[in-house]
T-cell receptor, first 114, second 117 residues
Framework: AQKVTQAQTEISVVEKEDVTLDCVYE???????LFWYKQPPSGELVFLIR??????QNEISGRYSWNFQKSTSSFNFTITASQVVDSAVYFC???????????FGQGTRLTINP | DTGVTQSPTHLIKTRGQQVTLRCSPI?????VSWYQQVLGQGPQFIFQ???????GRGNFPDRFSARQFPNYSSELNVNALLLGDSALYLC????????????????FGPGTRLTVL
């Protein structure tokens, strides 16, 4: 069975601090796909990144970076120099090969204080 | 480009009633998925449709049903509403439904917030 765990329920930091959101996943498949979504107060889930299990290259996009480690089944998300606009709930999700669904973690509520 | 659209934005119903939620995918996308998000939790998969056929179903009772139309828009129907059906219902679209060594990225709409009294 597939499962995603985001152990951090809430994180609160001061603006300009770096913050890392943890994601640990479980799957029996050798081919799978990992995603991060951002959910601002408006409710819409905004796609941030997708990572294939056969591509372990880490990625950086501006202030955002993602660290994928198959050895520890983790796909962590780091925001550098956080800004108030980064405040949202962030979800990590998993999709197995051929599966028709995303399995989401419980989400981490990130609050950036000015 | 227009993203995924959903209607209505908010809906209030009473127990036992029926509700229909609507979703229009991104232009060119042929797959639509529905998710239920209860307050404080992550979204839970309900259905996926591709080319008008059901391609996946989550662990939801038969009171939940859906369909996809020739223009790839979709409706989610919930009968005999219960208080526990109160949630944000999210629709997501993708180009296709995924397959061997592939999984299309799903793009989400703003959701319909359903309140059952």
């Amino acid at each position: 069975a597939q499962k995603v765990t985001q152990a951090q329920t809430e994180i609160s930091v001061v603006e300009k601090e770096d913050v890392t959101l943890d994601c640990v996943y479980e799957t029996r498949d050798t081919t799978y796909y990992l995603f991060w979504y951002k959910q601002p107060p408006s409710g819409e889930l905004v796609f941030l990144i997708r990572r294939n299990s056969f591509d372990e290259q880490n990625e950086i996009s501006g202030r955002y970076s993602w660290n994928f480690q198959k050895s520890t089944s983790s796909f962590n998300f780091t925001i550098t120099a956080s800004q108030v606009v980064d405040s949202a709930v962030y979800f990590c999700a998993l999709s197995e090969e051929g599966a028709q669904k995303l399995v989401f973690g419980q989400g981490t509520r990130l609050t950036i204080n000015p | 480009d227009t993203g995924v659209t959903q209607s209505p934005t908010h809906l209030i119903k009473t127990r036992g009633q029926q509700v229909t939620l609507r979703c229009s995918p991104i232009s060119g996308h042929k797959s639509v998925s529905w998710y239920q998000q209860v307050l404080g939790q992550g979204p839970q998969f309900i259905f996926q449709y591709y080319e008008k056929e059901e391609r996946g179903r989550g662990n939801f009772p038969d009171r939940f049903s859906a369909r996809q139309f020739p223009n790839y828009s979709s409706e989610l129907n919930v009968n005999a509403l219960l208080l526990g059906d109160s949630a944000l219902y999210l629709c997501a679209s993708s180009f296709k439904a995924g397959g061997l060594r592939s999984a299309d990225t799903q793009y989400f709409g703003p959701g319909t917030r359903l309140t059952v009294l």
